[in-house]
């Protein structure tokens, strides 16, 4: 099995308190399955094009682990969270 990375780049925060409440809940989801969170900051700065406001890494022992996390019962029910308070994106790197 190869390790996979979640990476979310946040572009712009516009509800504060919605994203406050996501961050508090996720953790514990991510942990849950086994996701360790590599990076989690505000201090992004350019190499290249516009830097997102804040990144997060989570890494997870393999995609099913990372599937399993995000189509899990207690994630969808927070996830429109970040949707809702965030211009974001989200994807994965298979290592």
């Known amino acids: 099995m190869n390790k996979v990375f979640f990476i979310v780049e946040i572009g712009r925060i516009f509800d504060k308190d919605k994203y406050d409440y996501y961050i508090k809940n996720v953790g514990g989801i991510i942990n849950s399955f086994g996701g360790r969170y590599i990076v989690r900051s505000n201090d ?3 190499f290249t094009g516009d830097a997102p406001q804040r990144c997060i ?3 997870f022992t393999s995609q099913d682990a990372a ?3 995000f189509s ?3 994630y969808l029910k927070i996830k429109h969270f970040r949707e809702e308070s965030t211009d ?3 994807f994965f790197v298979r290592a």
Request: hydrophobic share 40%; with cysteine; glycine share 0%.
């Open 44 to 46: 992004v700065v350019s």
């Open 57 to 59: 890494i989570v890494e």
């Open 67 to 69: 599937d399993r996390c």
């Open 72 to 74: 899990s019962a207690e």
């Open 88 to 90: 974001s994106r989200a």
